[in-house]
């Protein structure tokens, strides 16, 4: 059976949602602070991770940026409080798979679970590249080409989410897309995010490639949406 861990000091909540997930089939642990949870994920083997932001020891950004630094992969998505646009893209660049705004419809929470999970369970078998940029679904990673035997700066980890998002866009290039496109071909049907979240990880991204030294892989085009240009394309188009 599927096992999930699932961090948050708040009791009541926390029954609550033990009692639905164990009714979806999984197994459930509990942790009520962040070191406890950390110590569980470090050491024990997940396959989703529901972690809340403000913890009364160590807060859930801080634990989540110690376990994605350490090499860990298990899915996580952050249950917060936090509506700021920043907040939730802190959560994203720190390795959040998807994020969660409290209150939260328990529909909403299952559909993000499905989500998550489909994009995690999917047999990545073939690397892509783009403009010297190569994407490995596999270890969710992006190598720069040009510097691969400089492994210090060579790779960049990705979300599930960013991943399955570029490789949307690897396997389209040179192709426009408006937002609501992408998102229609990334998420699952019954989600009940919206469209703006591409947006969100696509700064995310961005951010992440410009710490790198990378180049920039998904370009905006105001008023149309988003494409990831190649090389040859251009090239062939210039005068």
């Known amino acids: 059976m599927a096992k999930l861990l699932l961090v948050d000091d708040d009791l009541t909540l926390l ?10 089939g999984w197994v459930v642990e509990t942790a009520y602070n962040g070191r406890d949870g950390l110590q569980l994920m470090q050491n024990f083997s997940f396959d989703l991770v529901l972690l809340d932001w403000q913890l009364p020891d160590i807060d859930g950004l801080e634990v989540l940026s110690t376990y994605r630094s350490s090499g860990g992969t298990i899915p996580i998505i952050f249950l917060t409080g936090k509506t700021d646009v920043d907040d939730k893209e802190s959560g ?4 959040a798979d998807d994020y969660l705004t409290k209150p939260f ?8 679970i499905r989500s998550v999970q489909r994009r995690s369970a999917q047999d990545f078998k073939a690397n892509l590249s783009a403009n010297g940029i190569e994407l490995n679904m596999k270890l969710r990673t992006l190598r720069f080409l040009a510097r691969a ?6 790779d960049v980890k990705l979300s599930t989410t960013e991943a399955s998002i570029l490789e949307f866009f690897f396997r389209h290039p040179d192709q426009l897309f408006s937002a609501a496109e992408v998102f229609d071909r990334v998420w699952p049907s019954e989600t009940e995010a919206k469209a703006d979240t591409l947006r969100v990880h696509l700064h995310v991204l961005r951010r992440k490639l410009s710490l790198a ?4 892989l998904v370009k905006t085009i105001k008023g149309s949406g988003y494409i990831l240009e190649t090389k040859d394309k251009s090239e062939t188009s210039a005068p």
């Open 15 to 24: 029954e609550l949602l033990n009692g639905v997930l164990a009714g979806e």
């Open 92 to 95: 994203l660049d720190a390795g």
């Open 105 to 112: 419809d328990m529909r909403e929470l299952l559909a993000r």
């Open 149 to 154: 035997s400089d492994k210090a700066n060579s």
């Open 213 to 216: 030294g990378m180049p920039e």
